[in-house]
Antibody
Framework: EVQLLESGGVLVQPGGSLRLSCAAS????????MSWVRQAPGKGLEWVSS????????YYADSVKGRFTFSRDNSKNTLYLQMNSLRAEDTALYYC???????????????WGQGTLVTVSS | QSALTQPASVSGSPGQSITISCTGT?????????VSWYQQHPGKAPKLMIY???NRPSGVSNRFSGSKSGNTASLTISGLQAEDEADYYC??????????FGTGTKVTVL
């Protein structure tokens, strides 16, 4: 059974930094691209970033480019999202999601975690 | 990276069919057959219902179908059931190698 478990979400001040993690199990992690998708309270889904199966290619939404860094450790079946220069508008539930087989990076997502909540506020 | 445009709400009676539209541009929906649809119940993670315009993942009911014409994609739910009441989001691959979601549609079963 595919499982994705996010962690690291907390209350942080504007301008602060945070690292989210996502532990994956139940599939051959190193074979699949992965993504982060966020959802602000009461709002819609927003794609944040995707990473290739090797970690060699990453793609970002304009809203986070230059502030967030997506990485993965295939030896630990874990994803990381380093978030710097956080803003109030980054407040959201952050989901990690597995990309459907055959996609190199950004693509449809067939499995999702339950999310971790990041709140940016003073 | 502007969000794809969806109607805010669509409703129908049990047994009826409804269609949700998703309008993009020539940089996303219009160029690529890479449109997906997700269902999200309150407090739950999204669920993939359709990918690559019309493909259904294993386990998804055949009451859900997808199509595309030009810059607009559509999700049709036939034989509407109470359990179909949820938010639905379209999404597309883009010419920037990124991914974009739609604004979301709340489906109400009357």
């Amino acid at each position: 059974e595919v499982q994705l478990l996010e962690s690291g979400g907390v209350l942080v001040q504007p301008g602060g930094s945070l690292r989210l993690s996502c532990a994956a199990s139940g599939f051959t992690f190193s074979s699949y691209a992965m993504s982060w998708v966020r959802q602000a309270p009461g709002k819609g889904l927003e794609w944040v970033s995707s990473i290739s199966n090797s970690g060699g290619s990453t793609y970002y939404a304009d809203s986070v480019k230059g502030r967030f860094t997506f990485s993965r450790d295939n030896s630990k079946n874990t994803l990381y999202l380093q978030m710097n220069s956080l803003r109030a508008e980054d407040t959201a539930l952050y989901y990690c999601a597995k990309v459907v087989a055959g996609w190199a990076a950004a693509g449809p997502h067939d499995y999702w975690g339950q999310g971790t909540l990041v709140t940016v506020s003073s | 990276q502007s969000a794809l445009t969806q109607p805010a709400s669509v409703s129908g009676s049990p047994g009826q069919s409804i269609t949700i539209s998703c309008t993009g541009t020539s940089s996303d929906v219009g160029t690529y057959n890479y449109v997906s649809w997700y269902q999200q119940h309150p407090g739950k993670a999204p669920k993939l219902m359709i990918y690559e315009v019309r493909n259904r993942p294993s386990g998804v009911s055949n009451r859900f179908s997808g199509s595309k014409s030009g810059n607009t994609a559509s999700l049709t739910i036939s034989g509407l059931q109470a359990e179909d009441e949820a938010d639905y989001y379209c999404s597309s691959y883009t010419s920037s190698s990124t991914y974009v979601f739609g604004t979301g549609t709340k489906v109400t079963v009357l």
